[in-house]
């Protein structure tokens, strides 16, 4: 039942993209995302384009594989393309009942479905690349100055990086559960909106009991094998930054300077 | 009431690259008022089977009839199917969710349309029925012990007033002492109830000194259908299907293989003795 | 290496409310002894105290009355606590729930990192670990694709790489099918023969304990039997008594001298029956000595 959710899992392979450092990869991101702001013109969106098209070849994914996790998320690019289609006020193009596109609004709503669709693409390529350990571990590296302001840097990581690990077992769980109580003849499939809350009743104590028990067994397991927080530990993968990833950093500097003189001329 | 299961298949992952055949071409008839114990290890496809039984899984080919009707069939009422044919998945306790035990118990009967009053009827017969103590009816499930938690979820699906019972795995993670507890009250459930008992396990020990018919599977296929004694003598294939015979049944064939010549279709320890015993002029004793 | 002495532990007991509403007793006065190199059984029903027991060899538990030795180490003591923890392993009953990371390299590599190993100290006992217990091949895998047995000997695995002398499993197998049973087993019998770790397995499955060193048997919070299994075994009315299994063969045996055969009582294969009741086998040289475990 949940096997439709395919939006930016990791896919297996080998390329220049995975194995750069998880943090080149977070910064890059972050960095493509506001340079989609950034540029404001046709020609600033087709260097954007451009340069997920390089980066989408470099990743080694399937095309196809990434499109169609964007299939999920479609309805909601249209929803936004619509909304600002009919509801930017405006000069009116065209008329339907009490719907009126705009011109301005057309402008608007092509400019929203190129930036969404980037911004998507390219948040989806970095997590097509890198394992969820491995994004936890980069955002803990990457928040570590943090620290000295009192966040719980390396346990906010830890608890990220468990319950990525515990998604699969509860949805397991959840669809054993709903399968024993349509056994005894519950209806998960009821339109009425009331009747349909009620009958999550039997499906939610269980599972939460049963994730307050795995999170007390699974507390308990990290204990004893010494667990204690961050302070004293040492790292099986360390993050190191080797040249490439220099060299990645300095392409995306270019990048984003490349944006910001669009922005200036355009 | 009886199913009559005509060349079922299950896929799992239907045409993808991860297909999996989790049942292949299996034809049974399961008759009434009979105890059957259904033995396979995991993945060899009897929790698949047993699913498609009360119609929780929807067969890709083949057919299931319930007194003769296609259970796929569109004037088919579903949810009479699952009150009819009820069953009890592995570990059910972890399914209890109502402030008391008589409340969840209450649960199944009330879904099926049953009045307050109806549903509380059929659920004290069901925890008479599982031999639930009087005085827990009021606790909390969450408080009671292992066992007892069991039984309160083996009674939430009697309490459905089913034909027939599927158990799967009813002993997983019990001791020696609730196993054999859990055991006795499915047989005693048997007598008295006069259903038909499909026990689902890994286990021969377990099942072989209760049940009138063993169901092997392996590979999604249903390899034997015997009663008891006559799949036995087939310790070795079942061997390679890492399962294992009885203990006994291993003990007389090596008792046979050294020269006593005993019958090795006996499957508890008091025959076994008589057995032996009565060849005693034989033996070096 | 693990030393118990007078060992009394209370569990408070609580109202709705929260407030302490007294005390069960899950351990009751229990003096015993393991020696370094031993393959331990611990049985017992659910309720006779072997998984509270257990708890207190790895310092997460501590006694209300009596002493916990482990390794020349006191539990009581805060200081000796993590010590504790790394000397004495422990592997849980639930698979799923004890393994923390998404890779099963990582999750052998966490306790390591917990202890403060160098990184290619860590790389070299993942390895060394994952092969003794034949998953070494499996070490990119997610542990969502393993099975019962494999996961658990991912976490015995996890727990060896922290270099212990001593592994504690509580009920380890409880939830595994045969198959995934008698591969736990074996790695576990593979550790103890091979690098000399004590074992202490806590188990109600009667044919685990067959080949074990040792057995205690626990029965409401008290050591109700100690002994080698033959010892433990051939006494099968009081293992009855106690709702324990004792292997079919014992039984067999058991009743076969109620029928008036002179056999020995502490028969623990289905070989050893044969000899008593046939005489030695002449063309099979190997009987006798191993048994059968299933």
Redesign the interface.
Known sequence: MFDSITLGQYYQTDSVLHRLDPRVKLVGTFAYLISLFVVDSLPGYLLAALFLAVMIKLSNVPFRYIVRGMKTILFLLIITVCFNLFLTPGEVIWEFWIFKMTREGLNFAIKMAIRLSLLILGSSIMTLTT???QLTDALESLMRPLKKVRVPVHEIAMMM??A??FI??LME?TD??M?????????FESRNLIKKIKSM??LL??LF??AF??AN??A?????????GGE???????LVYSSKDRVAYLILLLFFAACIAMRILF | MAIKVDDISYLYERDTAMQVRALDHVSVEIPDNQFIGLIGHTGSGKSTFVQTLNGLLKVTEGHIYYNGEDIDGEKFDKKKLRSDVGLVFQYPEHQLFEVDVLSDVCYGPKNLGMSDEEAKKVALEALESVKMPKALYKSSPFDLSGGQKRRAAIAGVLAMKPRMLILDEPTAGLDPRGRDEILGLIAEMKRALNMTIILVSHSMDDVARYVDRIMVMGGGKLLYDDEPVKVFRHVRELEELGLSAPQVTYIMTLLKERGLDVNTDVLNVKDAAAEILAHRRELHV | MIKISKLIHDYIKRDDEGNAAGTVRAIDGVDLQVEPGMFIAVLGHNGSGKSTLAKHLNALLFPTEGEVWVDGLDTREEKNLWEIRREAGMVFQNPDNQIIAQVVEEDVGFGPENIGVPTQEIWKRVEESLKAVGMYEYRKKSPNRLSGGQKQRVSIAGVIAMEPKCIIMDEPTAMLDPNGRKEVIKAAMKLNREKGITVILITHYMEEAINADKIFVMDKGKLAMQGTPKEIFSQVEKMKELNLDVPEVTLLAHELRKGGLDIPADILTKEELADALLGKAQSDPAGGSNGDQS
């Open positions: 394992t969820p350990t990086s468990i990525l690990r699969p077992i769980e054993k559960i399968k024993a109580q349509i056994a005894r003849g519950a209806d009743v039997p104590v269980p009991i049963s028990r795995r067994d699974l308990m397991a990290m204990e004893a094998r010494c667990y204690r004293g530990r040492t790292k099986m993968k360390p």
